[in-house]
């Protein structure tokens, strides 16, 4: 069965970083599937982040981010990552990886459907 996994949330002080991964398997590869960042800091609605696309791995990014999180991947290791640079409070937040399929997840689009995985916590405080 298919399987994401994200490690590397923890506390990091404002300006830190950390590197978030996530691991695919159960069939799901990275040549086919994009692989988005999503996040919840509160409530039930889940934000977009990042996605980079199956075919050529362009990247997108949501405004508050852009400059400070790079989306990456590695295919050989299936895996997808999300470096988080300069970190703000308001990062803080429950991050999830996630896929519809090959075209990247609108990041303005609440989804209810897809591959999720079980998130990981960032918190970003002094």
């Known amino acids: 069965q298919v399987q994401l996994v994200e490690s590397g949330g923890g506390l990091v002080q404002p300006g830190g970083s950390l590197r978030l991964s996530c691991v695919a398997s159960g069939g799901l590869t990275l040549d086919r599937y994009s692989m988005s960042w999503f996040r919840r800091a509160s409530g039930p609605e889940r934000e977009g982040v990042a996605c980079?696309?199956?075919?050529?791995?362009?990247?997108s990014y949501v405004d508050s981010v852009k400059g400070r999180f790079t989306i990456s991947r590695d295919l050989a290791k299936n895996t997808a990552y999300l470096q988080m640079d300069s970190l703000k409070p308001e990062d803080t937040a429950v991050y999830y990886c996630?896929?519809?399929?090959?075209?990247?997840?609108?990041?303005?689009?609440?989804?209810?459907?897809?591959?999720w995985g079980q998130g990981t916590q960032v918190n970003v405080s002094s």
């Open positions: 980079i696309s199956s075919s050529d791995g362009s990247t």
């Open positions: 996630a896929t519809v399929g090959a075209a990247c997840m609108d990041l303005n689009r609440r989804y209810t459907w897809g591959y």
